[in-house]
């Protein structure tokens, strides 16, 4: 079974870089893709990539696209999500998910406890 | 990319209520639509993959139906485990993108 895994809470300035990450610990990594899923204060789910960690075959929403980096290490079983320069409209819980490898038709069937992440100066 | 709208956006019911909520696509997406449940300060869960197929450990009282551009959700009697935010979201067509939520709420 999956188990995905989550880095710590983080506050970082506006400006600053950030990399989280999302490990999975109970199954095979290269048998699925990868989401991250961002949900700010108060508001709903917005998916904002997925990635096929087997070979880092990344597809980002239009609206996320040139704003984060996806990428993945499928020797140690973990995705990343990555910023470099933060902004306060970046607060928010960022949620990675499992995808199965068909992709179409299935939802995301196991998820991290999320990453929240605050901007703030 | 294909839009997703949910209604009503809130409801207030009572416990043994019977609740239906929908969610429309901008698009037809055949059956390829799921819905999650998320409870404050919890990750969301998949309970209905493939408009109506229900995740193993879903209880039988939620159902989901629905083809094409129109979606329901199903609660048959609802339970105080129940009372949280349902996301629909298609997997018709990347990016696959969320509904913005029914929050239901004990009355």
């Known amino acids: 079974e999956v188990q995905l895994v989550q880095s710590g809470a983080v506050v970082k300035k506006p400006g600053e870089s950030l990399k989280i990450s999302c490990t999975d610990s109970?199954?095979?990594?290269?048998?699925?893709?990868i989401a991250w899923v961002r949900q700010m204060p108060g508001k709903g789910l917005e998916l904002m990539g997925i990635?096929?960690?087997?070979?880092?075959?990344?597809?980002?929403s239009p609206s996320f696209e040139g704003q984060v980096t996806i990428s993945a290490d499928k020797s140690i079983s973990t995705a990343y999500l990555q910023w470099s320069s933060l902004k306060a409209s970046d607060t928010a819980i960022y949620y990675c998910?499992?995808?199965?490898?068909?992709?179409f038709g299935v939802g995301f069937d196991y998820w991290g406890q999320g990453t929240l992440v605050t901007v703030s100066s | 990319d294909i839009q997703m709208t949910q209604s009503p956006s809130s409801l207030s019911a009572s416990v043994g209520d019977r609740v239906t909520f929908t969610c429309r696509a901008s698009?037809?997406?055949?059956?390829?639509l799921n819905w999650y449940q998320q409870k404050p300060g919890k990750a969301p869960k998949l309970l209905i993959s493939?408009?109506?197929s229900l995740q193993s450990g879903v209880p039988s009282r939620l159902s989901g139906s629905g083809s094409g551009t129109d979606f329901t959700l199903t609660i048959s009697s609802l339970q105080p485990e129940d009372f949280a935010t349902y996301y629909c979201?298609?997997?018709?067509?990347?990016?696959?993108?969320f509904g913005p939520g029914t929050k239901v709420h004990i009355k």
């Open positions: 998910a499992s995808l199965p490898i068909s992709m």
């Open positions: 109970g199954f095979s990594f290269t048998t699925y893709w």
């Open positions: 990635i096929y960690p087997g070979d880092s075959d990344t597809r980002y």
């Open positions: 698009q037809s997406i055949s059956n390829y």
């Open positions: 493939a408009a109506s």
């Open positions: 979201q298609q997997s018709y067509s990347a990016p696959f993108t």
